[in-house]
C-alpha cells in the first residue's frame, strides 16, 4: 500500500473538496468552512502519491481552540478509507503544530476517529455535552 502524499491545499482544490466531503449535502454552510480553510491556509490534502489532483482526503488546522492549534476536522472520501489517508493527514497536521499541545474532538460515537487518536497518541482532555443530543463531544490532546 502505498501511502498517499500531503500537501496544503490551493484554492482550485476547493470544489474537489466540496464534492468528496458528503456532510456539504446535509450542512451548506460547510461549504463555507471548507472555502474559508482553504482561503486561510489552513487546510491541508491528501492526494494520491503519482497523481496530485486526485484528492483522498482532507485536514484543518486552525488556532481556535483557546488560542491552541486544533484540529477542527479530517474528512477522507468513501472509497479511500481504510488506506493511511487520516493517519497521514494526522501526521501531516502534527508537523504543523506550532504550540506545546494540539488539540482536537469527535463524537462519542465516532469509533473510527477514536482510534485513530489513540494511535497517534493523543490523550482525553475533557467532554461537551449538548453539541449533538445524545452524543457527547469528546476533546482529546497531544504533547508535542
Known sequence: MTLPTVRRARSADTEALVALDPIVREQPSRKAFIANAVAADQCWVAVETHDDSTLL?????????????????????DGARRRGVASAL????????????????????????????ARHGFTPSGRIDNLDDGDPELVFVKFT
Do not use: W
Open 90 to 117: 494526522m501526521a501531516e497536521l502534527e508537523r504543523q503544530c506550532t504550540g506545546p499541545k494540539l488539540f482536537t474532538s469527535t463524537n462519542a460515537s465516532n469509533a473510527p476517529m477514536l482510534a485513530l487518536l
Open 57 to 77: 482526503g482532507y485536514g484543518v488546522l486552525d488556532r481556535s481552540f483557546f488560542e491552541h492549534d486544533f484540529i477542527a476536522l479530517v474528512m477522507v472520501k
